[in-house]
């Protein structure tokens, strides 16, 4: 059994827990880490695990379904810098995250990011009413800075992944290579962009419930 999956089963556990403590009542789970820590991978292991337990319905909800247009970046002068904690929608996440938490509608529409064309895609996703447990996965849902400090008291479990840098640089450089990428733009976005915003991640995140592991991510 690799980390990965090591690391989902114990946030499972942990979740399951949760849950039978709460009584039936949605459960928000939130899983954070810098971007190339193996999150998303973790985070959608998590809801597989779920969601072979009899009686319980998980659904996954990627944080990057809020990132501003590259429109809307390029006239705020930050489109070399997307990914930073300025180039997302921290109040239109927080709104949602507390409409999936009341859970009154029978469907809920979310926006899934397409890094294929890096452009979020409105309503890419639908979270029905039955749904038991909402595992939301991203960069900065336990940062300490305003306004997405708001974030961390809707959850009712927070996990951070923990990576070395080395194993971080390794991961990034593997994901850009595979949408094509030469190695100039792999430098260029791993060492002025996405490294430095994990390290700020990784320095600026609140306390979680539960570390987790992951020595595969690179």
């Known amino acids: 059994m690799s980390s990965v999956e090591d690391s989902a089963r114990e946030i499972a556990a942990r979740t399951l827990q949760q849950f039978a403590e709460n009584k039936g009542w949605r459960l928000m ?55 930073a904690i300025d180039t997302f929608d921290a109040h239109g996440l927080r709104h949602t995250l507390k409409r999936l938490k009341a859970n009154e ?9 397409d890094r294929s064309i890096e452009i979020a895609r409105a309503g890419g996703r ?7 447990i909402i595992v939301c996965e991203g960069n900065y849902l336990l940062s300490r800075q305003e306004p997405w400090n708001l974030l ?11 990576v070395a840098e080395d194993d971080l640089r390794s991961g990034l450089r593997e994901r850009w290579r595979s949408f094509g990428l030469g190695d100039a733009d792999i430098t260029r976005k791993v060492e002025e962009n996405d490294l430095p915003n994990g390290r700020a991640i990784i ?13 595969d991510a690179g």
Not at 153 to 162: A, G, K, Q, R, S
Not at 203 to 213: A, F, T
């Open 29 to 83: 789970i939130a899983i954070a880490g810098a971007p190339g820590s193996g999150k998303s991978t973790i985070a959608e292991q998590v809801v597989d695990v779920l969601n072979g337990e009899s009686g319980v319905s998980a659904a996954l909800f990627p944080m990057d379904g809020f990132h501003y247009d590259d429109a809307v970046l390029k006239d705020m002068g930050r489109l070399p810098y997307k990914g």
């Open 105 to 113: 509608d029978d469907v809920v529409a979310v926006p899934v990011f």
């Open 126 to 132: 639908l979270i029905s009413q039955s749904v038991n």
């Open 152 to 162: 961390k008291p809707i959850f009712d479990l927070t996990v951070f992944v923990d």
């Open 203 to 215: 320095s600026g995140s609140d306390e979680p419930d539960m570390r987790v592991k992951n020595p």
